[in-house]
């Protein structure tokens, strides 16, 4: 079993609706997640970065992290066409053999105008 | 500002051959990282640096070699290429240790 598990998707929604992507992870030693976005044929690009449990907003991105249940959330609101593109989670602890960084496989989304 | 400058964009190797990736920064980060993406398996690191004259071993090294001879370059070089090794290999940069934050645009690499 992996230990970041994402779901592939692909989810297409409706322009203006909210967007929920979310990660799974088993190493209960991960504190530091990330989410990023990567367009077709292009690098990922870091969106958002937080630390430990707890929500960070950034525009129209939240990024949720409960460690309770090893569960992180991207939410998107207003989505727009622009942001259709493959986002990927990816997480690592502070100390340790998990200290790189630890990607899941990303969902793909497609905002339809 | 160019941010990660990968070369080149696209190579087609027959097994056995050799060949070097090329990763430039221009933002004076310490951190550089080369990574491979293969379809449903996420991105997998490779090697990485903590500084010039610097390497480390990542997640899947076997079959690469890496050198940080200057601090804003970070080469991949693949001594006998094995289609097992195609993919999509990206570099990255970060101001700190295991943050990548900036991400080149990709080496398409196909190994017949």
């Known amino acids: 079993q992996k230990e970041v598990e994402q779901d592939p998707g692909p989810l297409s929604v409706p322009e203006g609706a909210i967007v929920s992507l979310n990660c799974t992870y088993s190493?209960?030693?991960?504190?530091?997640f990330m989410w990023y976005r990567q367009y077709s044929r292009k690098g990922p690009e870091l969106l958002m970065y937080?630390?430990?449990?707890g929500n960070k907003e950034d525009g129209r991105f939240t990024a949720q992290v409960d460690k309770s249940s090893k569960y992180i959330s991207l939410f998107i609101r207003d989505s727009q066409p622009s942001d259709s593109a493959t986002y990927l989670c990816a997480m690592r602890a502070v100390v340790g053999s998990a200290r790189q960084l630890t990607f899941g496989s990303g969902t793909q989304l497609t905002v339809l105008p | 500002n160019a941010g990660v400058t990968q070369t080149p964009k696209f190579r087609v190797l027959k097994t056995g051959q050799s060949m070097t990736l090329l990763c430039a920064q221009d933002?004076?980060?310490?951190?550089m990282y080369w990574y491979r993406q293969d379809p449903g398996m996420g991105l997998r690191l490779i090697h990485y640096s903590v500084g010039e004259g610097t390497t480390a071993k990542g997640e899947v090294p076997d079959g690469y070699n890496v050198s940080r001879l200057k601090k804003q370059n970070f080469l991949l070089g693949l001594e006998s290429a094995a289609p097992s090794q195609t993919s999509v290999y990206f570099c990255?940069?970060?101001?700190?240790?295991?943050?990548?934050?900036?991400f080149g645009q990709g080496t398409r690499l196909t190994v017949v």
């Open positions: 937080t630390y430990s449990s």
């Open positions: 933002m004076n980060h310490e951190y």
């Open positions: 190493n209960s030693a991960f504190q530091y």
């Open positions: 990255a940069s970060s101001w700190r240790l295991n943050t990548e934050a900036f």
